[in-house]
């Protein structure tokens, strides 16, 4: 229940507007998170290892660009959500079959199985949707 608090209050924080300061002038976005369509993530674990886990997301449009990845952890549960700034601008072009894959190496430094929850949107009570994969550590 806490992680959901915190993710609801990290995306009410985000998405308000941003103004930034560049060369050419000032350039306004919005932050939105964006569901995680597909993962590529170990069927195991060695403790001490290094792993890429790789998440698979959908482009929208064209004013949408990566901006972070949102990681939280808890014991050995992780939650992971990516984070999109929307660029404010009229020319921006619906993209229908964009996927964009981002990366982030995990460390394994517990025994036991973590707990991967990878944000997939809202359902229709606007209640947080995961895909939720554990990945146990072997010896």
């Known amino acids: 229940m806490k992680k959901i608090l915190i993710l609801s209050f990290l995306a009410l924080f985000l998405s308000s507007c941003e103004l930034i300061d560049d060369d050419d002038g000032d350039v ?3 932050s939105e998170f964006l569901p995680i369509e597909s993962v ?3 069927d195991e674990f060695s403790l001490g290892e290094v792993y890429p886990i790789k998440v ?3 482009r929208p449009t064209s004013c949408h660009v990566f901006r972070n990845l949102y990681y939280a952890k808890e014991n050995n549960e992780r939650t992971v959500a990516i984070i999109t700034a929307v660029f404010e601008r009229n020319d921006c072009e619906t993209l229908t ?3 964009v894959e ?3 190496n995990f460390k394994v430094t517990s025994n ?3 707990i991967f929850k990878f944000w997939q949107g809202k359902d229709d009570n ?3 949707i995961y895909l939720t994969i554990e990945v146990p550590v072997v010896d």
């Open 28 to 30: 306004r976005f919005t």
């Open 40 to 42: 590529d993530i170990p």
């Open 56 to 58: 698979t997301y959908q």
């Open 97 to 99: 079959d964009e996927m």
């Open 102 to 104: 981002r990366s982030f």
């Open 112 to 114: 036991g199985s973590y």
């Open 126 to 128: 606007d209640e947080d």
